[in-house]
């Protein structure tokens, strides 16, 4: 949960806040193969996380974002107001088109970028292949310079760079364009690239590195060294007439943050090469770093009539001659030393070893919805979830002509996923269809206890009255310290009463307290009883739970969508009649057992939010930090009780 209110990122497992992370730890958010990503933060491992769809990581990551964005050029006092809102556009340092490498061993390709570098990260917005124009994708890949993790690095020829991130690696080259025809203009707009780019990852490692004890002296020697970097970027890269806008200036130390305007990033799309894709056993190269589908750089060939170089070491850089002519499309095959089939080995070989579903029989499973009834295992549905095959391998595959049979078993099996229409809209239908029940199981009870106990500690008029005596106590005690009466207090104030010590160490206030109250009313003594739910402090929260109902909401709205998807392309089809009757029925008991738990979950909601007024605590105010309070209090003033009348 990210909680914009509190500035927190939450962890939430069944109604209970497992951890919370301030906004101001977070360092940068990494995109994963398939459905997972990574978020790093100071001080703390990283959170390798899996989202429930495409969709979901997405949203997910570009809030991380929004959140990233505004620690690195919000000031503190601007935080609360401007992170709900769209972030204004900063300075862009260095703005051009460039190719980056995406998809498989088997279906690697050059995808064309606009991209931008900001002070903290690089942008990239997808560009049509063939027009240049702009994606109607609002979405943006977004590669985080900010960590202090950063690096880049040229690579063999003239026109490719690698930057290197803590998770991922990618690779961009300079296109040939009719703006960059030579090698010479090529290379020269390629080193310009690193240049700006490693400027700024240096930077900001070395911000990372710095103690707080050298804060002074680090701000006077980095300030030399940021205007440094400006001057020189400012040297080469005159900033893009698109943005109008000016560099902003570098952050000088943690403490002070810039607060130059950007145009915020959004959900960044994958771009690593995932390591676990089933197409890789097609094209396998002999090194993951050169494919066989990677064309040479272009500093290795520039007519037809030049043969192509050896292997590294890399050659010496071309003649002046040779660089003021223009690039061929063309080069020379490079012919592998292939590995034999029977060497190859990846880790979907291995996922099916345990698969025990055959190639021809992953249609039928899907139109079945239970396991008990013949389909997939909630296993196999979240194992075949990570091998659901892109775009690209869906082109690759479908073009191929020979029979399936002399494919590797592997290759089988992605043949056969290429030919499952909307495949991963039916595997997060199934997975979803599978969990939601079990969720709506696991929070029923929770809201249960929680409704108790609100209603225990709304309608205890023997808490208030033990209140009100340490009321009267307390303002003795700061009456004759010579401070003014309260007239109120937070609970938090509870946990105070045990720290309050006597003359004899063992004698706290709370001591005090118990014996006034058993000394004139000893009935009010037994107050606990009337607050059994209170005998263990909860786990679970109000904030949480009402989280997990609201996700539980959206997993159904999820089916009922998925279900307007799949019947488009499978209504016509007659085994599916009858799965399609029985998603009708599983959908109509979901929607009336979440209505009925989110009755529950509004009564929950109804009395906390009346407990919050009756003693006097804010709204935002956690029940999970409340009940804590409450509970700690009541098991203290038990002990001290049953010992003094025993």
Not at 549 to 577: A, P, Y
Not at 587 to 614: F, G, H, N, P, R
Request: glycine share 4%.
């Amino acid at each position: 949960m990210i909680d914009f209110n509190s500035k927190v990122i939450c962890s939430i497992e069944k109604g209970t806040v497992k951890k919370q992370f301030p906004f101001t730890q977070i360092k940068s958010c990494e995109d994963r193969e398939g459905t997972r990503f990574s978020i790093s933060f100071h001080d703390r491992q990283d959170y390798e996380l899996e989202a429930n769809s495409q969709e979901d990581k997405r949203k997910i990551m570009q809030l991380v974002n929004k959140v990233i964005y505004n620690n690195i050029y919000v000031l503190p006092t601007q935080v609360s107001s401007a992170v709900n809102e769209e972030p204004p556009k900063s300075g862009i340092i260095r703005e051009g088109r460039l190719d980056l490498e995406r998809g498989e061993l088997a279906s690697v390709k050059w995808v064309k970028y606009l991209v931008q570098l900001h002070e903290g990260e690089l942008i990239l917005q997808h560009t049509d292949h063939t027009t240049g124009i702009e994606d109607s994708d609002p979405s943006s890949t977004v590669i985080h310079i900010s960590d202090g993790n950063a690096s880049v690095e040229k690579q063999h020829g003239c026109d490719a760079f690698t930057v290197h991130t803590k998770k991922n690696e990618y690779q961009f080259r300079v296109p040939v364009s009719c703006q960059f025809k030579s090698t010479e203009e090529i290379k020269k707009e390629r080193d310009e690239w690193v240049l700006a780019i490693d400027k700024f990852c240096l930077h900001w490692k070395r911000k990372s590195q710095f103690k707080p004890e050298d804060d002074g002296l680090y701000s006077v020697i980095q300030e030399s060294r940021v205007m440094d970097i400006k001057d020189q970027v400012a040297e080469k890269e005159p900033v893009s007439p698109v943005s109008g806008n000016t560099p902003p200036p570098l952050q000088t130390s943690p403490s002070e943050p810039n607060a130059a305007n950007a145009v915020f990033p959004q959900t960044p799309s994958s771009t690593q090469l995932p390591p676990s894709k089933l197409a890789q056993t097609v094209f396998q190269a002999p090194s993951p770093k050169s494919p066989a589908t990677v064309p040479p750089p272009p500093e290795c060939v520039t007519t037809p009539s030049i043969p192509a170089p050896p292997p590294p070491p890399p050659p010496p850089p071309p003649s002046l001659s040779l660089q003021s002519k223009s690039i061929s499309t063309r080069t020379k095959a490079f012919h592998w030393d292939l590995l034999s089939q029977d060497k190859l080995s990846s880790n979907a070989d291995i996922f099916l070893r345990s698969f025990d579903v055959k190639p021809y029989e992953l249609k039928e499973k899907l139109h079945i919805i239970n396991a008990k009834d013949g389909g997939l295992t909630d296993e196999q549905i979240s194992s075949l979830r990570r091998y659901v095959p892109t775009p690209d391998d869906i082109e690759m595959y479908k073009s191929y002509k020979g029979s399936p049979s002399e494919l590797h078993v592997v290759d089988q099996y992605m043949m056969e996923m290429c030919n499952i229409p909307n495949l991963d809209n039916r595997l997060d239908l199934l997975l979803t269809i599978r969990e939601l029940p079990i969720s709506v199981d696991d929070l029923q009870p929770l809201i249960n206890q929680m409704i108790k106990m609100c209603t225990q500690l709304r309608n205890s008029k023997s808490f208030v009255s033990v209140l009100k005596y340490l009321l009267v106590v307390g303002n003795y005690l700061n009456e004759n310290a010579g401070k003014e009466k309260a007239k109120g207090f937070r609970l938090s104030s509870l946990t105070k009463l045990t720290q309050m010590r006597g003359k004899e160490r063992k004698v706290t206030l709370l001591h005090a307290l118990v014996q006034q109250i058993v000394l004139h009313e000893p009935d009010l003594a037994i107050f606990f009883q009337e607050l059994t739910e209170f005998e263990d402090v909860p786990g679970a929260s109000v904030k949480g739970l009402t989280a997990e109902v609201d996700v539980l909401k959206n997993e159904l709205r999820k089916i009922i969508q998925h279900k307007k998807v799949l019947n488009k392309v499978l209504n016509k089809v007659n085994r599916e009649t009858q799965f399609y009757k029985d998603l009708k029925t599983v959908l109509q008991k979901y929607e009336a057992d979440l209505s009925q738990l989110t009755k529950k979950c509004d009564e929950m909601k109804k009395l906390y939010s009346d407990i919050l007024v009756k003693f006097g605590e804010p709204q935002e105010q956690d029940s999970q930090e409340l009940f804590g309070w409450v509970c700690s209090f009541i098991s203290n003033f038990k002990r001290i009780y049953e010992e003094i009348i025993a």
